[in-house]
């Protein structure tokens, strides 16, 4: 079975600096997705970013930006020139490419942007 | 506007009583799933179902049971047999493929007393 781990239950940064959430995952398929998920005080999951685990270029979305490491299963967010709206519980997670589609999260981090 | 629906947002129960949960979307998405949130723990899988009349239990199915009569509705029936119901309870969404993208509703928050 696969697991996804969140080793940061909480962290805290002040405005537009820059911050970075680790994730780790296991897994003994070659063929896969991973995904970071913010959720905001309202509770409404959001995607952030998505990255193929056959590709090998780092997605980016604006001011988020991933850095995926197969080999070390490993799969963090970077938010540059974080904002006051960052502020949220962010979750990892992990889907198979094939068979079962289903997300597999992690325990998420509590980042709090601070002004 | 497209999207998915839980209501209600809050629900109150007492102990021993079975309540359902709604959740719709008008996305046109084949599969739906049902998560529970607790704290510290993430989200975790209860139901999920990729085609109509078919569904598939999750990780912590025991005392749940669902329903997919239609491609738009995916109701939770919570059962007395949940030893632990109270959580908020999430609902999403996807194409076939669940790699583009799922949507998710607001939450329904359980509490039962």
């Known amino acids: 079975a696969q697991t996804v781990t969140q080793s940061q239950p909480e962290m805290s940064v002040q405005e537009a600096e820059t911050v970075t959430l680790s994730c780790t995952y296991d897994?003994?398929?070659?063929?896969?997705?991973l995904f970071w998920y913010k959720q905001p005080p309202s509770r409404q999951m959001i995607l952030v970013i998505r990255?193929?685990?056959?590709?090998?270029q780092n997605a980016t979305e604006n001011r988020f930006s991933v850095n995926f490491q197969k080999a070390a299963k490993s799969f963090s967010l970077k938010i540059s020139d974080s904002q006051l709206g960052d502020t949220a519980m962010y979750f990892c997670a992990f889907m198979k490419g094939q068979g079962a589609q289903k997300l597999v999260f992690g325990q998420g981090t509590r980042l709090t942007i601070n002004p | 506007d497209g999207g998915i629906t839980q209501s209600p947002k809050y629900l109150f129960r007492k102990e021993g009583q079975n309540v359902t949960l709604s959740c719709e979307q008008n996305?046109?998405?084949?599969?739906m799933y049902w998560y529970r949130q607790d704290p510290g723990q993430g989200l975790r899988l209860i139901y999920y179902s990729q085609i109509v009349n078919d569904f598939q239990k999750g990780d912590i199915a025991e005392g749940y049971s669902v329903s997919r009569e239609k491609k738009e509705s995916f109701p939770l029936t919570v059962t007395s047999a949940q030893k632990n119901p109270t959580a908020f309870y999430l609902c999403?969404?996807?194409?076939?493929?669940?790699?583009?993208?799922?949507?998710f509703g607001q939450g329904t928050r359980l509490t039962v007393v």
């Open positions: 990255q193929e685990a056959y590709k090998q």
């Open positions: 897994t003994s398929e070659n063929n896969y997705y």
């Open positions: 999403a969404s996807s194409k076939q493929n669940m790699n583009t993208e799922a949507f």
């Open positions: 996305l046109n998405h084949d599969a």
